[in-house]
């Protein structure tokens, strides 16, 4: 029962940290001060009292995009374990409707930024369309892999499993992680794919979708899109982590890791440039794969 | 007995509301109330199977030789979304197809509709070879007068002409199957087959049937008829032609194995393979479209390629006696026609409604009905959640009954199929959130883009009654996925009669699993209303008149909105028929520039037509025999009885 009060805490106060850390680890590399680490949390107390400004072409899709993609994150994040504390909500089969899940908020994200009619948003939409249509392979080959490795289809199990490590599913895993890697970076809009802080709308994917949202909706859609990093980034790191006797040890790990993570991320964006718009689908392609390598050797 | 018998009735009525209907100044009302009747009456006899009543049949005697008609847990299956779809399509013709128009077709439109539906009645009863072939081809026949209806446009006359040559060319096949059948088992009645001969036998009729079934469901090369078909037809009969004739098709590979005492291996993986390209192939040309009814037609094929899948992983099941595998191959198929039923037969409605609405169905000229028309916005929606195959609509619940199959399948030793299987499925359900984020989005939302949407408004309410009751089916089916399961257990032991294994596989192995999906899904939508109240108690502030704010960007236009077109454009090399001229950009100061894209079928646009036109243009120099003088005729009529005399004289001498 504890194990999933904290869960659920986890999930409801931890997430507009970890942009927080992503920045400051930005900003320490380029020598700069930065913004302080919980600045996510007054921004989206700020927003939570500002009133929205709705355009006259918009719809009530317009809204299904921010609250859509809020509340398919919380159900998906019930079906993923934190570490090895066991998920809140798990069966055989979840693991689909988890993935499921994020297309749920993906579409919904979509829709709702050509609702506006804006060009730019359109042009935001088609690219996340095409992005995560190809990044949606290397997740469900990587299932596939760890489905098979475990001779399971709950996420509880196959991702809590390889924590001890065979040998032989050590090289499949570590490719399986290293394409997970991939779709981490890109479905949360991260460099090498998408630059959050560019100025330029052109270049934007995930951001020039959200332009046109004010307010409260606006700050769903900054919670939701960290969210999306906290659970995501949960599925990396759950098969990597040592497994401890202790449950406390566990969440210890689970934190710490978490936060490591945060920081690979803001070290990743402050060595490296994004690609340009044609080299993306080659990076997911690439990630595409590895996790389909990982599949293969675990067939044969 | 009551059951058949029920359904008989049903038949009737449709028969007779058909008839009435072609009557010049027929009461319409009684027409209607006739086939409504019937509707009931089937849905009511289907349903009381489905849910534990007995099998009942009928036998009687044509020419002298025995015939059964049957209504098993397979029929019944089937009639479920038949009466259902075809009950409500009644409801939403009577308004968007008027009988008053000037051009008279509203009498022949009802006419083949009520002949259609009480063939398909018929059709899904047959226990007889021949009966079952009367009935196809009455089906065949009457869609055929449906897709033209309106005759007097050339593409038009044209799609249903397409569609009758590939209807018979199936039927050929058919009555090939249907020969080698009577073959093996004496007879032309349709009984569950003995112990196996050879797996060439089986394998045989097996080939046969899903080459002539394949013209009705469409795979891979054989659906070339079908997208024009669909978009040329009225849009309630689109509906019924997707959402129940093309599962015909899927009815007689079932129903035609079923009889079989044994399949042979291999032949599940092929059909699994063939189904897997056919969604790819399906779906990847749906993003291409402009015209919305095409693009649902593609869209269809792409849902057929599915159902066909888990048609094969059934078999690779049934094959090697693993009841697991076969109870969510056959499972995930039955239940996906279901809800494909569903929920295409309302995306058909709503494109009906847009049709009547704007007369246009060309994406690119439409756009932010979603104002204009909000309650056909909000009926579509759920359709169109559900053909992305996202929760909590019904096609994801079939879509993870199939992947779930195809992970069991994978943990038994068939890895190459099923990983094929979930690769195609997973890139499936990708692109086909593309198409239909397209197809909503360019529609309903943003700006519109020409002055055809000005007057548009939503349709009448016996129009917006069947897309409301569709509707909440998507949802209902999508929560309550685990009460049908004790129904798909009677459909899925009617499929493989001969084999001993446990009841109640589905309703066993699922329930746990689906009632925890279904709470979960339940969570989903109890978040989405906090999060929208907790959106709406601040909205109290006047709304202001404001335009899209678009980086700020002064006069924002509706021309530069993204297109459909520019929307799938990073598609363009998956989309096998989508051939685009680009401009080229020379020096510093390039002039103007144009742009051109067109789609073309591969397989019937690309491929066939000029070969069909070639083969056409030899067969010509028969003409000659074609005089059109009545001496000549018989002429011919006498030659031919003269040569088949001289062959029954001669035929001991030269045979010997």
Known sequence: MLQFLLHGLTVLLLPPLLPGLIAKTKALMAGRQGPPVLQLYYDLAKLARKQAVFSRTTTWVFLAGPVGGVAAGLVASCLVPFGHTPAPVSFEGDVILFAYLFGLARFLTILSALDT???????????????????????????????????????????????????????????????????????????????????????????????????????????????????????????????????????????????????????????????????????????????????????? | MLDVALVLASTGCWFAGALISAVPRAPER?????????????????????????????????????????????????????????????????????????????????????????????????????????????????????????????????????????????????????????????????????????????????????????????????????????????????????????????????????????????????????????????????????????????????????????????????????????????????????????????????????????????????GGLARRMPRTALTVFPAVLAVAALPPFNAFLSEWFLYRGLFASLGRGYPWSSALGLVALALVGGMAAVAFARFFGTLFLGSPRSGLVDHAHDPAASMLLPMAVLAGLCLAVGLGAFLLLPLLDRVIAAMAPGTPWPPALLAVGLRVDLRLLAGVELGLLALVGVGLAWLHRQADAPEADLPTWDCGYAAPVARAQYTGSSFADAWAPVQPGLRARRPRFRGLFPGGASFRQAFRDPVGEVFLEPRVVRVAERLLRFRRFQQGHLPVYLLYVLLTLLGTFLWMLLRGRLLG
Not at chain 1, 260 to 281: D, H, Y
Not at chain 2, 61 to 72: I, K, M, N, T, Y
């Open chain 2, 30 to 366: 009684l027409a209607t109330g006739l086939g409504l009747l019937g509707s009931l009456l089937a849905l009511g006899a289907a349903l009381h199977l489905l849910l534990g009543g007995a099998v009942s049949g009928l036998d009687f005697r044509v020419w002298g030789f025995p015939a059964r008609l049957e209504l098993d847990a397979l029929s019944a299956a089937f009639l479920l979304p038949l009466h259902l779809v075809g009950g409500l399509g009644l409801i939403y013709g009577q308004r968007y197809w008027p009988l008053q128009l000037a051009w008279g077709s509203g009498r022949s439109l009802r006419f083949f509709y009520g002949l259609l539906v009480a063939a398909m009645t018929l059709l899904f009863l047959a226990r007889h070879g021949l009966v079952f072939l009367v009935a196809w081809e009455l089906m065949a026949v009457s869609a055929f007068f449906l897709v033209g209806t309106e005759h007097e446009k050339p593409e038009v006359r044209r799609a249903s002409w397409v569609y009758l040559a590939c209807t018979h060319t199936g039927t050929l096949l058919l009555t090939a199957m249907v020969i080698l059948m009577a073959q093996r088992s004496g007879g032309l009645l349709w009984t569950v087959l003995p112990t196996a001969t050879s797996p060439w036998f089986e394998g045989g009729i097996l080939l046969l049937a899903v080459a002539g079934f394949g013209f009705k469901m469409g795979v891979l090369p054989l659906h070339f008829w079908l997208p024009s078909a669909h978009a040329s037809a009225p849009s309630h009969v689109s509906a019924i032609l997707s959402a129940v004739m093309l599962k015909t098709g899927i009815y007689g590979i079932l129903r035609v194995s079923s009889l079989l005492p044994d399949i042979p291996r291999g032949v599940g993986g092929m059909l699994l393979a063939l189904g897997a390209l056919t969604a790819l192939y399906g779906v990847g040309n749906a993003l291409a479209q402009r015209d919305y009814k095409r693009l649902l037609a593609y869209s269809s094929i792409e849902n057929l390629g599915i159902i066909a899948m888990g048609v094969g992983l059934g078999w690779t099941g049934r094959a090697t006696h693993d009841p697991w595998l076969m109870a969510l191959g056959f499972g995930g198929a039955v239940f996906h026609v279901w809800n494909h039923a569903v929920f295409k037969s309302l995306l058909f409605y709503g494109a009906g409604a847009l049709l009547h609405a704007t007369g246009t169905r060309d994406m690119e000229a439409l």
């Open chain 1, 117 to 300: 009619g804006s060009s730019f948003e359109g042009m935001g939409a088609a690219r996340e369309a095409t992005f995560s249509a190809l990044a949606e392979p290397a997740l469900f080959l990587g299932f596939a892999a760890l489905a098979k490795a475990t001779s399971s289809l709950s996420l509880s199990t196959m991702l809590a499993f390889p924590g001890s490590l065979t040998a032989r599913f050590t090289g499949p895993l570590i490719l399986i992680l290293a394409g997970w890697v991939i779709v981490y970076l890109a479905e949360n809009s991260r460099i090498p794919v998408d630059d959050p802080n560019t100025h330029l709308e052109l270049t934007m994917i995930h951001e020039v979708m959200v332009l046109d949202h004010s307010g409260r909706p606006f700050a769903l859609v900054l919670y939701g899109a960290s969210l999306k990093l906290l659970v995501l980034g949960t599925l990396i790191l759950t098969p990597a982590l040592p497994r401890a006797p202790h449950a406390w040890q566990n969440w210890l790990a689970f934190y710490a890791a978490l936060a490591g993570l945060a920081v690979a991320v803001g070290v990743v964006e402050s060595s490296m440039a994004r690609f340009r718009m044609t080299k993306v689908p080659q990076f997911l392609v690439a990630g595409v794969l590895a996790t389909a390598f990982a599949f293969l050797l675990m067939l044969v």
